[in-house]
T-cell receptor, first 118, second 114 residues
Framework: GAVVSQHPSRVICKSGTSVKIECRSLDFQATTMFWYRQFPKKSLMLMATSNEGSKATYEQGVEKDKFLINHASLTLSTLTVTSAHPEDSSFYIC??????????????FGPGTRLTVL | GQNIDQPTEMTATEGAIVQINCTYQTSGFNGLFWYQQHAGEAPTFLSYNVLDGLEEKGRFSSFLSRSKGYSYLLLKELQMKDSASYLCAVRDWMTNQAGTALIFGKGTTLSVSS
């Protein structure tokens, strides 16, 4: 149980285009999903918290218009990187918290999406 | 603000025991997690501590001292597959915008050799 998927796993795009990344909880409902960014050999940096049916909460320094987050259902959140530039190249990871809580209220992570902007 | 420190790298041999330390400073501590992450993969949950003391889970144990802002992850009977990055993460009600997300340390890369 507690499986989170992400799609695509890898994407290469040209500078100026937009890229959408999907995060799905496959066997549980997630009222809250989190989006992280990870640079090589660095830790995960929280970008935003996505709540089903409401606006996402962005961390300081993260541009809302640049990283659009939509959490339309209890099993799906999407992150759209708009007008991508090479500096947006990174590993994007989502996580989801089970609506039912779970033993430790822990987050379950997706496998990540490697974005490369040329 | 919050600050989470852990060593950058550690090395050990198969069969040995290794302890990875983590110190943290937070405003509203509400639990500490340890995750394992292999290169290019998502983190996987290892352990959770919210009260002081030791939590044992097979070959892995995690310890917490809230008064000292200190935790460690203990790995016993090391295997080659334990080579990975180990992330210490704190849940902080007050600092994070949403109050529920995890704040991660930079991770400790453990290399296990034969």
């Amino acid at each position: 149980g507690a499986v989170v998927s992400q799609h695509p796993s890898r994407v290469i795009c040209k500078s100026g285009t937009s890229v959408k990344i999907e995060c799905r909880s496959l066997d549980f409902q997630a009222t809250t999903m989190f989006w992280y960014r990870q640079f090589p050999k660095k830790s995960l940096m929280l970008m935003a918290t996505s709540n089903e049916g409401s606006k996402a909460t962005y961390e300081q320094g993260v541009e809302k218009d640049k990283f659009l987050i939509n959490h339309a259902s209890l099993t799906l959140s999407t992150l759209t990187v708009t007008s991508a530039h090479p500096e947006d190249s990174s590993f994007y990871i989502c996580s989801a918290r089970d609506r039912a809580g779970g033993s430790y209220n822990e987050q379950f992570f997706g496998p990540g999406t490697r974005l490369t902007v040329l | 603000g919050q600050n989470i420190d852990q060593p950058t790298e550690m090395t050990a041999t198969e069969g040995a025991i290794v302890q990875i330390n983590c110190t943290y400073q937070t405003s509203g501590f509400n639990g500490l997690f340890w995750y394992q992450q292999h290169a290019g993969e998502a983190p996987t949950f290892l352990s959770y501590n919210v009260l002081d003391g030791l939590e044992e889970k097979g070959r892995f144990s995690s310890f917490l001292s809230r008064s000292k802002g200190y935790s460690y992850l203990l790995l016993k009977e090391l295997q080659m597959k334990d080579s990975a990055s180990y992330l210490c993460a704190v849940r902080d009600w007050m600092t994070n915008q949403a109050g529920t997300a995890l704040i991660f340390g930079k991770g400790t890369t453990l290399s296990v050799s034969s």
